[in-house]
């Protein structure tokens, strides 16, 4: 495997997106399903608080079943045993878990509204409404399946490019 590629199973890993201690987030290609897919791995040796797992697999695969236009589709959950990957990665990957949802070109809420605010130039009460509405609507959608977002932010809705359609995901920044 060449520095410039790496693989986590099926998954072309492209370009790294962010990165902390406890996750890197990478842009991807599903070789399976040709289409492009953002991969969130957690490491678990650095998220090792009691209950993690229990709760990351309740929570993630609650959010699986979840069909709705305003709420980024998770594709797969998986945790990969430090024996099982390490052949098939050089290592990458084994003993974390990661999360495999449709990746977004964008940009963040929170960008939209530092360019606009920069300038003085505050978006008129319409944009409010096409920017809202959506996702208010994926709020009540995910209520209604029992889901509550607990962290949202301006971070976590997106404009699809080139749509500009809302999109609410958790994206870790």
Not at 4 to 22: A, D, N, V
Not at 28 to 41: F, K, S, Y
Request: overall charge negative; glycine content about 6%; hydrophobic content about 35%.
């Amino acid at each position: 495997m060449s520095m410039s590629q790496r693989y986590l199973g099926p998954y072309e890993l492209r370009q790294r997106l962010s990165s902390t201690h406890q996750y890197e987030s990478w842009k991807a290609w599903d070789r399976q399903q040709q289409r492009e897919v953002e991969i969130t791995i957690l490491h678990l040796q650095e998220v090792n608080a009691s209950g993690f797992m229990s709760r990351f697999f309740y929570e993630t695969k609650n959010l699986t079943i979840l069909n709705h236009p305003s709420i980024a589709k998770i594709y797969e959950v998986q945790v990969f045993p430090s024996t099982d990957l390490a052949e098939q990665t050089d290592g990458f990957g084994a003993g974390n878990a990661c999360i495999v949802r449709e990746y977004i070109d964008g940009m963040s809420l929170a960008d939209y509204i530092d360019a606009t605010s920069r300038g003085g130039d505050f978006p008129a009460l319409a944009d409010i409404y096409h920017i809202l509405a959506p996702i208010c609507s994926a709020l009540d959608y995910a209520h209604q399946h029992g889901i509550i977002h607990s962290r949202l932010k301006p971070t976590h809705i997106l404009f699809t490019r080139p749509e500009g359609k809302m999109q609410l995901r958790e994206r870790q920044n």
